[in-house]
C-alpha cells in the first residue's frame, strides 16, 4: 500500500517562507511525475508546482518566482520551498504523484494523493 504524508504547513506571515515535504512510502518500484497542488475555500484544486522523474518542472504565473519544487528521488520525497508567500497563497495544500508498485510478477501504476497540509498567510 501506498502512502504520501506531507508536512510542513502552518501560519506564516506575509513575505514569509516555508518548505513542505511529501514523503512516499510502500512497495514503490518507480515515481514519475510528483507535484503539489493546493486548494483554497470555495475554489477549485490547483497545480502549484510539478517536477518530472529527470527534473523538470513547471508552475502556473501566479507562483513562479516565488516557488520552487523539486524532489529526492532516493528519498521519494517531493519538496516545495516557498518564499514572498501573499494571503492568496492561503490554502490546502496536496502532494501528488505517479507511482508504479511492484510485487513479485505483478505491477500497477496510478494516480495518489497525500492527505494535504494547511498553510495559512496572515499578518
Known amino acids: 500500500q501506498v502512502q504520501l504524508v506531507e508536512s510542513g504547513g502552518g501560519l506564516v506571515q506575509p513575505g514569509g517562507s516555508l518548505r513542505l515535504s511529501c514523503a512516499a512510502s510502500?512497495?514503490?518500484?518507480?515515481?514519475?511525475?510528483m507535484g503539489w497542488y493546493r486548494q483554497a475555500p470555495g475554489k477549485q484544486r490547483e497545480l502549484v508546482a510539478g517536477?518530472?522523474?529527470?527534473?523538470?518542472?513547471t508552475y502556473p504565473d501566479s507562483v513562479k518566482g516565488r516557488f520552487t519544487i523539486s524532489r529526492d528521488n532516493a528519498k521519494k520525497t517531493v519538496y516545495l520551498q516557498m518564499e514572498s508567500l501573499k494571503p492568496e497563497d492561503t490554502a490546502v495544500y496536496y502532494c501528488?504523484?505517479?507511482?508504479?508498485?511492484?510485487?513479485?510478477?505483478?505491477?500497477?501504476?496510478?494516480?495518489?494523493w497525500g492527505q494535504g497540509t494547511r498553510v495559512t498567510v496572515s499578518s
Open positions: 510502500g512497495r514503490i518500484s518507480r515515481i514519475a511525475y
Open positions: 501528488n504523484a505517479e507511482i508504479t508498485v511492484t510485487s513479485g510478477s505483478y505491477s500497477e501504476t496510478g494516480d495518489y
Open positions: 517536477i518530472t522523474s529527470i527534473g523538470t518542472s
